[in-house]
């Protein structure tokens, strides 16, 4: 079966400007993350869906950051505008369910360098 | 909150050699407990887990014990391969108060095995 997809693999943008990230679960996962990874730390989850509703965006920088998950199936999260300190890979995964018996399938990252 | 704490890196070791890879936790709950990896250029797949207290999860050589007293997780592998090169995330999932279970994770440690 498809993995999840993620685009761009890579981005480079100035500080101040929007940028958008795509990702597409694996079919029939009702559950979408967002984690951001910081170079030398482990992903922090910035947001979880359940089908088309948020769960948990506790973490999430409400004030530059937001993320849809329209009709439940593939997600955005938009960042603007961007500030030096989000330079990191922006990972998606998805899983059957929320559980933590789910296992969870992650994407191969998009990396975002803001200068 | 809940915490992940890992060995620091790198761990440069040569092959057919010993491996363990440290990881302690913090919890208010009663959590699930994984070892991811990140082979270079792919994304986090998961090696094992283990949900309950002396459960042992296993993978491809790789062992971890889920300690509760000693709250810890180590990673273990009795002869590493070239192939073992990789960067591993030890990670909890604790139930939150809104029943979701984010996965948090350790800030990874790379492993360099040599021919």
């Known amino acids: 079966e498809a993995g999840v997809a993620q685009s761009p693999r890579y981005k480079i943008i100035e500080k101040r400007q929007s940028v958008a990230f795509w990702c597409n679960p694996i079919?029939?996962?009702?559950?979408l993350y967002w984690y951001q990874q910081i170079l030398g730390q482990g992903p922090k989850l910035l947001i979880q869906?359940?089908?088309?509703?948020?769960?948990?965006d506790s973490q999430l920088p409400k004030d530059r950051f937001s993320a849809e998950r329209l009709k439940g199936v593939d997600s955005t999260l938009k960042i603007q505008p961007a500030k030096l300190e989000d330079s990191a890979v922006y990972l998606c995964?998805?899983?059957?369910?929320?559980?933590?018996?789910?296992?969870?399938?992650f994407g191969p990252g998009t990396r975002l360098t803001v200068t | 909150g809940d915490s992940v704490t890992q060995m620091e890196g790198p761990v440069t070791l040569s092959e057919e050699a010993f491996l363990t890879i440290n990881c302690t936790y913090t919890?208010?709950?009663?959590?699930?407990l994984f070892w991811y990896v990140q082979y270079p250029g792919e994304g986090l797949q998961l090696l094992l887990k283990?949900?309950?207290?002396?459960d042992k999860g296993s993978n491809k050589g790789f062992e971890a014990t889920y300690r509760k007293e000693t709250t810890s997780f180590h990673l273990e592998k009795g002869s590493v391969q070239v192939s073992d090169s990789a960067v591993y995330f030890c990670?909890?999932?604790?139930?939150?108060?809104?029943?979701?279970?984010?996965?948090?994770f350790g800030k990874g440690t790379r492993l360099s095995v040599i021919a």
């Open positions: 283990a949900t309950k207290a002396d």
């Open positions: 919890a208010t709950g009663y959590p699930s």
């Open positions: 079919s029939g996962h009702a559950t």
């Open positions: 995964a998805s899983s059957l369910e929320g559980g933590s018996s789910y296992e969870q399938y």
């Open positions: 990670a909890l999932s604790d139930l939150g108060n809104s029943g979701n279970t984010p996965l948090v």
């Open positions: 869906f359940q089908n088309n509703g948020v769960v948990d």
